[in-house]
């Protein structure tokens, strides 16, 4: 079994409506935490800038929270912009549906594949996906084994559906061509 890993190089960006300039567009930039203690609770917040217009935007993250039921290494993670946590909370579902962004992954991520298929033929291949990014596995095979589509809904058997976006690793057969 050949094995490919999808991997995040870079924070996607944003789909989120600047109040300035209405452009749809946000980033993280160097992924910083803005933290706000009022007396024994706190506030945290995603510091986000649009891309269009460099406005700075807070997201959320904790509010008024009392700082005893923060873990101390989360706590101590936003004091520092800890690039893990940034990722974290960014990747979380719920603070997109409460902040009502989507991600866009375009130009965020890299396939890392095996060698060729050198193999005997049929070959059997696993996808892993370090983070949730939504590819489709039509296009990802395509895009991996240099194959158009529609060679890849001829010769390749998966047991999800080749053409609805998926984030799960997943594994597929490539069959001999003609």
Known sequence: ??????????????????VDCRSESATTGEGRFRVNANGKLL????L???VSCDR????????????????PAVLHGY?????ALVAARLLDPLLARRHHFALDWTGAWRL??????DEAWPVRVEVVFEDPVPVRPDRLIAHGLGFSRSEVLRRVKCEIPLRRHTSAGFAF?????D
């Open 112 to 117: 890392d594949r095996a060698c060729p298929l």
């Open 79 to 83: 004091h520092v912009n800890d690039p």
């Open 1 to 18: 079994m050949l094995p490919w890993v999808v991997r995040r190089t870079r924070l996607p960006l944003l789909s989120l409506r600047c």
């Open 48 to 50: 986000v800038r649009c």
């Open 56 to 71: 700075t935007s807070k997201l959320t993250v904790h509010e008024r929270t009392p700082v005893a039921t923060l873990d």
């Open 43 to 46: 506030d945290v917040w995603l």
């Open 173 to 177: 057969t490539v069959i001999a061509g």
